[in-house]
């Protein structure tokens, strides 16, 4: 066996023997004798493994040619161009490719992309040699050579329109239909050649998961047109990576629509009582308690601010900081939330504490009924998710879970942040009071309610009517007690609170 031959036998490589000889030769004859044969076939194995790749996800910017196997997941349009002191025209042909292990574009041209129009189909296994670039939706493969293996199988299922679950790093043209969860508002910066850009994001869930959308430029402007709860189709979008997660992108060639079409997002929620310190997870509950905004300075001399509500399910409660443009989301005693990718931190009183910011969403859920378990007793009769603490149905909460020496919090909260909802509460109380027969005669009484209002008057209410009550007691928002004493004109007088 000759030196060609024991090079040729350690390299893992598809080539054929007899052209990787062939090679080996023109590689001697292109030195002019400055290497053998020995010499000369280490170097052509040495760029043969430099292209070898196991799979699309090893492909990465700045290797030399690589050639890999992928199935056809797209084939886009032929473009064609001018070329610079050329009288032929060029043209490209963009087609989307995938293994096991994720997706890519590559991009063909001039009569190879002509004739790949023609004959390629989805779902054709392909052998790519190439040269990995960055394109403009990401990293692509620009197609030196490139032949169909009808023998070959890539175990991936080609795709018209994707789901949450679908999508994979590289993927381009994709067509998704979900439901707006969250939107943010649009941020402007500075590109390098002085121009400025602007960027927007919004969140969007399907029945099998949610993913980060990321507009840019002139389409920023669908991050403040659309509300949470419409459902969208968004056109062409290409997928990116971010800290780890993948985000759809939509840019000039994309679009984001509404659309008339039902489309499920039931969050996957961790129960607050399995809440661990480090973790990124889901929570979900009631609102029992919210704060005003409070405003700072940070380090960099810029202002943030910050909004703490509590929740509570079924397991128990914790309060959630919300961050940024977070703090401004319009929530209410007794709404139903559902927080994605807060992070569980120390808080007050060596209580865990979820921090929500920019990578988190916030969702008021207009339906109770969506896989919110906040507690265990029955909802009020006008439903859990209605908005007006002053309907009721906030027996829902359970009096289990309340924090030790948390109520210097809780009336800080009542005093601020829930005015608007208590006042609701109030008037409602007194509605409601003033409808109920013997409403002004006095009489010892005893009723049982949640607190839905901390302050003076204190308001209980059971889901099917609410009191205002005067006492010195200090009950805490979300708290279910039961008073005792004499009632006068629709509020208690309690003598006795337990």
Not at 51 to 77: Q, R, T, W
Not at 131 to 158: F, H, N, Q, T
Not at 344 to 350: F, T
Not at 475 to 494: N, P, Q, S
């Amino acid at each position: 066996m000759g030196v060609i031959e024991d090079v040729y036998e350690d390299v893992e490589t598809d080539v054929p023997f007899e052209e990787f000889e062939a090679a080996v030769q023109d590689k001697v004859e292109q030195m002019d004798g400055l290497a053998d044969e020995e010499t000369a076939a280490m170097l052509i194995a040495h760029e043969l493994r430099d292209e070898e790749v196991n799979s699309v996800a090893d492909i990465e910017p700045g290797m030399d040619d690589v050639k890999f196997l992928a199935k056809v997941m797209k084939v886009g349009d032929v473009r064609t161009f001018e070329r610079d002191g050329d009288d032929e025209d060029g043209h490209v042909l963009n087609v989307e490719v995938a293994d096991e292990s994720g997706r890519i574009t590559v991009s063909l041209w001039d009569q190879v992309a002509v004739d790949a129009k023609e004959h390629l189909s989805t779902g054709d296994v392909l052998r790519i040699m190439g040269r990995p670039k960055e394109g403009y939706s990401g990293l692509e493969v620009a197609v030196d050579k490139v032949e169909p293996d009808p023998d070959a199988e890539v175990d991936v299922e080609a795709l018209d329109e994707y789901r949450v679950e679908d999508l994979a790093l590289g993927a381009s043209d994709v067509t998704l239909v979900g439901t707006v969860l969250d939107t943010d508002s649009i941020r402007t910066f500075d590109r390098d050649d002085g121009s400025e850009g602007r960027v927007a994001n919004l969140t969007v869930g399907d029945e099998t998961g949610r993913v980060r959308v990321t507009l840019w430029d002139d389409k920023a402007d669908r991050a403040e047109e659309l509300e949470p709860g419409t459902a969208v189709e968004v056109v062409d979008g290409y997928v990116r990576e971010r800290d780890g997660s993948l985000e759809l992108h939509v840019g000039n060639r994309g679009a984001v629509e509404e659309v008339d079409a039902d489309v499920e997002y039931v969050p996957d929620t961790t129960d607050i009582a399995a809440l661990e310190l480090g973790d990124t997870v889901d929570i979900a509950g009631g609102v029992i308690e919210t704060s005003d905004t409070r405003t700072f300075d940070r380090d960099d001399g810029s202002e943030g601010q910050v909004r703490n509500v509590r929740i509570k399910d079924e397991t128990g409660e914790i309060r959630v900081a919300l961050w940024g443009e977070k703090a401004d989301k319009d929530i209410d005693l007794a709404d139903h939330v559902v927080f994605t990718d807060v992070e569980i931190q120390d808080g007050w009183q060596d209580d865990l504490e979820a921090s929500a910011g920019w990578q988190s969403t916030v969702s008021v859920l207009e339906d109770a009924d969506a896989d919110v378990d906040v507690a265990a007793g029955e909802r009020g009769d006008s439903g859990s998710g209605s908005r007006d603490p002053g309907q009721g149905g906030l027996d829902s909460f359970d009096s289990g879970g309340s924090s030790a020496g948390a109520a210097d919090e809780s009336d800080a909260s009542a005093d601020g942040g829930g005015g608007g909802a208590a006042d609701a509460v109030s008037a409602a109380a007194s509605a409601d009071t003033d409808a109920d027969d013997g409403a002004d005669d006095e009489g010892p009484v005893e009723f049982t309610g949640t607190v839905v209002q901390a302050g003076d008057p204190v308001v209980l209410d059971n889901g099917a009517e609410t009191r205002s009550v005067e006492t010195s007691a200090n009950l805490r928002l979300g708290e279910e007690v039961t008073v005792r004493g004499t009632e006068r004109d629709g509020t208690i007088d309690a003598d006795d609170v337990f």
